[in-house]
């Protein structure tokens, strides 16, 4: 393609096209967006790939994720250690999931695992009021929040235990006609 | 819920490994309890013995969709590391299919990296999805895609009509003698010798003068028949079929825009239950940019939130009406249609008196004659801004529920403005034709000859006129009225300019503009066989230009628009109104008279004669083959055929529906066990650790 220098192999491209939903050029842009992320710390030349990892706080000032209330939970959910320090693979690999062709069932679970606070693969009330919080910037009283809070859980829990299992998120989710577009980043 | 796990595919999955640290990776996590261990995805890390078990499937595995598996990327490159380095045993057309399909998938690969690549404006749709949202963007991704068909269309126009007559007219072939009274071939098109300068300009406007004999309209075109040795052309035949084809290639293109959209709509069902946990779970657009934009998205969920803790209570209320109350409620209900529906007749009334009085003024020069030209371009378009707002009013008036409100004004503004169309397109005719009565102007040529020549450029140039007045309305009411608005808004401080505010972008009622549009290039392709090509650059600088007032003079909506289910109307509406000009293009082609004096018909009692006259020139063989599909033998087969395929759809369809209503109360039904078998573990674990 007349680089000068090349950033990956052949076979590292064939490989990312497999596991991700971008092209060739949608990739090299990708490696470019995180390379100005750090500049001295990433290397052009991923061909050996170098195992560098991008702190929580440097992934957040995107201007991408910098408005998204999630912008936390999105880069820890991704990252290998849960932490928030994104390698090139996760960074991709994140970008994979919330974009436009990413499959339904693909965004189902990472979004679970997004609202999923604690980490204990159910959304409970805790989690739900922290998500509410979030999303209104505490524009709702307490009283509204909780209401909002119960009433959403009575939407969606099939199996009556006051928390949203992975079924049950998906359920609701499946009958939500803007789910699609509006979990989706455009990059 | 071993459903879940049957649906993940063959059966893949990943377990933890132990490269995890202490926290444990979020994506990989192995949950202690075994109760939630169909939260964790699992993984067969051997295919050959799932390939055993699979009795029915074949004989090797292909390859599973590595995009779609939500692990980490170091693993799903080891997973393809070691797909690639298990080579099943496969007999030789099994590996030639397996080969085949990986270069198929590779090609496809790179068609899309090249279609992603050229697709048109990618950037600034995403800027402007960013920025105002999915709503908004919504009508900019229709618009792109309506220059895309106009585009396409006038590809095909130029290549069987527009070329060959160049081609022919440039060879000279002398058109065909015809017969006919002498006074029906009078037509005189030549501009008078000594012109004012202006003129020209005006010209350009109308579509006459200098322009009126030119390929833009349907008058210059010859019925020339080149038979050569082995090469013939007929041109009335190519023109007829160019026309029936494109109408034909824009219902495809239309279908095949709305099918994933109707496949997204028909899935999620109503989606109107459930809509505190889908607020709060897809409320949040994450693609949004820019620090303005995420206040009132904020702002804007806290709005819908209690927009529906209202309409809880409104609801509440409203059940609760006395017998009275509600009577007085529907009858006022009627009398409002009632008065919306009348004012719709007086803009159709407006618009018929309008039109006559322009034909008859057609002899008007200067600026004056201009403005008589363009009287039913200006009436149509006054109704199409006044009548709306009115009926806004009077849906507010209704006091219906919110939704209902919009999708009633919306309605109606559709019908104003397709069957506004309608009524020009009568008059037209009704003055053309002398309603079809044989009997004064009309008798002699079976039209009016005398003020019509030539009625398919007359026609044509109203079309023209048509989409040129739109276009400037457009660019008037940006520079006019937008960018003032704007600016008065920031630089006064008064109370009147806060209120009034910014304009917001009405998506409706902007795609209403280019479905119009797009109907009056449809009904005019036939008599101006370049419209498509004017439609795609008017539409290019509608873009541009509504994209400008966005990024100048819009705020972001307070409410937003969703998108997924309007799409679905849009191409509707748009369908509608390719079904009306749809109409209009059979009634010219079957039943009115062509002109004698000009086009690549005028020898022809109507357009449609073209067909039989040339079939019989075609060779036996084709004669009885189309005989033989025209023919009962064939056609009830297949209509019969064609019914039994729809009926097994429909029939799919239905069990589908019918087995997801099982499966729903299937699962609600084990939910109650689970909770009835967790209560019993605790009353005898209780009762047991009593008794110790």
């Known amino acids: 393609m007349g680089n000068k220098q090349t950033t990956f192999t052949d076979e590292q491209f064939e490989a990312y096209q497999d596991c991700t939903f971008f092209t060739r050029k949608e990739i090299l842009r990708l490696h470019g967006r995180y390379r100005e992320l750090a500049p001295h710390l990433v290397p052009l030349d991923y061909t050996n790939n170098p195992d560098i990892k991008l702190p929580l706080t440097l992934l957040v000032s995107m201007p991408e994720l910098k408005e998204n209330p999630f912008r936390d939970r999105i880069v820890q959910t991704f990252s290998e250690d849960g932490q928030g320090n994104l390698s090139f693979n996760d960074f991709v690999d994140m970008f994979s999931a919330l974009c436009e062709s990413s499959s339904r069932e693909l965004k189902t679970r990472y979004a679970f695992k997004i609202y999923d606070f604690n980490r204990d693969n159910f959304i409970c009330k805790e989690d739900m009021e922290k998500t509410i919080n979030k999303l209104t910037k505490g524009e709702l009283t307490p009283e509204e929040v909780t209401l909002v809070c119960d009433k959403a859980i009575e939407e969606a829990d099939l199996d009556g235990d006051s928390k949203l299992s992975f079924a049950d998120f998906e359920n609701m989710i499946s009958k939500a006609p803007d789910f699609l577009s509006t979990f989706h980043v455009r990059i | ?692």
């Open chain 2, 1 to 692: 819920m071993t459903t879940q796990l049957q649906r993940q595919g063959s059966a893949t999955a990943v377990q933890g490994t132990g490269y995890m640290g202490d926290q444990g990776s979020p994506r990989l996590q192995r949950v202690p309890s075994s109760r939630s261990n169909h939260n964790a995805p699992q993984f067969n890390w051997s295919p050959a013995s799932t390939a055993q078990e699979d009795a029915g499937q074949e004989a090797a595995v292909p390859p599973k969709d590595l995009r779609g598996l939500p692990i980490p990327m170091a693993l799903k490159r080891a997973i393809s590391q070691v797909q690639q380095m298990q080579v099943p045993v496969l007999s030789s057309f099994q590996s030639w299919k397996r080969s085949k399909a990986k270069s198929l998938s590779r090609g496809r690969k790179s068609i899309r990296g090249f279609l992603n690549y050229i697709k048109l404006w990618r950037k600034s749709l995403n800027q402007i999805g960013g920025n105002f949202g999915d709503g908004v963007q919504s009508y900019f991704l229709f618009l792109r895609f309506l220059v895309v068909l106009n585009f396409l269309s006038f590809m095909l126009i130029a290549g069987f009509v527009l070329i060959p007559s160049i081609v022919f007219r440039s060879v000279a072939s002398d058109p065909v003698n015809m017969t006919g009274p002498a006074e029906c071939r009078q037509y005189d098109h030549n501009p008078a010798a000594l012109v004012k300068f202006y003129s020209y300009f005006l010209d350009f406007l109308s579509g006459t003068g200098f322009m009126e004999y030119t390929y833009l309209f349907y008058g210059y075109y010859n019925n020339t028949m080149v038979a050569g040795s082995d090469f013939s052309y007929n041109i009335p035949l190519a023109y007829l079929f160019t026309a029936v084809f494109y109408f034909a290639f824009c219902l495809i293109c239309i279908t095949a825009h709305m099918g994933t959209a109707v496949r997204v709509a028909v899935a999620t069902g109503g989606g109107a239950t459930g809509s505190y946990s889908r607020i709060v779970f897809t409320g949040w657009d994450y693609g949004c940019l820019g620090d303005r934009s995420t206040k009132l998205k904020q702002k804007n969920l806290h709005y819908q939130l209690q927009v529906d803790l209202e309409e809880d209570r409104i609801k509440n209320e409203a059940a609760s009406l006395t017998l009275g109350q509600k009577i007085f409620l529907y009858s006022s209900r009627i009398v409002l249609s009632l008065v919306a529906f009348g004012l719709i007749i007086a803009a159709f009334f407006a618009i018929y008196q309008a039109t006559i009085f322009s034909q008859s003024k057609i002899d008007e020069i200067g600026v004056l004659g201009l403005i008589y030209e363009y009287l039913p371009s200006i009436v149509i378009t006054a109704g199409n801004f006044v009548v709306p707002v009115l009926c806004d009013q009077i849906a507010l008036l209704e006091r219906y529920n919110p939704s209902i409100t919009v999708i009633v004004a919306l309605l109606r503004s559709v019908f104003l403005r397709m069957v506004s169309l309608g009524v020009l397109l009568f008059t037209l005719w009704s003055q053309i034709t002398c309603f079809q009565g044989v009997s004064g102007k009309c008798k002699l040529c079976h039209y009016n000859y005398e003020s019509y020549p030539c009625w398919e450029t007359r026609v044509g140039q109203e079309m023209y006129k048509l989409t040129l007045f739109d276009l400037l309305i457009t660019i008037a009411m940006l520079v006019l009225v937008e960018f003032p608005r704007r600016i008065v808004v920031d630089s006064s401080s008064s109370k009147l300019a806060q209120m009034v505010g910014r304009q917001e972008f009405v998506v409706p009622a902007n795609v209403l503009g280019l479905v119009y549009g797009q109907t009056v290039v449809w009904t005019g392709a036939l008599f101006c066989p370049l419209l498509p090509l004017i439609n795609t650059l008017k539409f290019v600088i509608v873009f541009y230009c509504k994209k400008i007032t966005l990024f100048s003079n819009c705020r972001p909506a307070a409410k937003t628009f969703r998108s997924t289910k309007s799409k679905v109307f849009f191409l509707l509406v748009l369908l509608f109104g390719w079904s009306l000009a749809l109409v209009a293009l059979i009634y010219s082609i079957a039943q009115i008279h062509p002109s004698m004096s000009c086009g690549p018909f005028r020898s022809l009692s109507s357009m449609w004669t073209i067909i039989p006259d040339s079939f019989y020139g075609l060779s036996q063989t084709s004669q009885g083959f189309l005989f033989y599909i025209g023919s009962q033998r064939f056609s009830i087969p297949l209509v019969l055929f064609f019914s039994v395929v729809m009926c097994y759809f429909i029939a799919l369809a239905s069990v589908y529906g019918t087995s997801v209503n099982l499966l729903k109360a299937q699962l609600k039904l084990e939910a109650r066990d689970k909770q009835f078998l967790v209560k019993q573990i605790e009353a005898l674990s209780r009762t047991l650790g009593v008794a110790r």
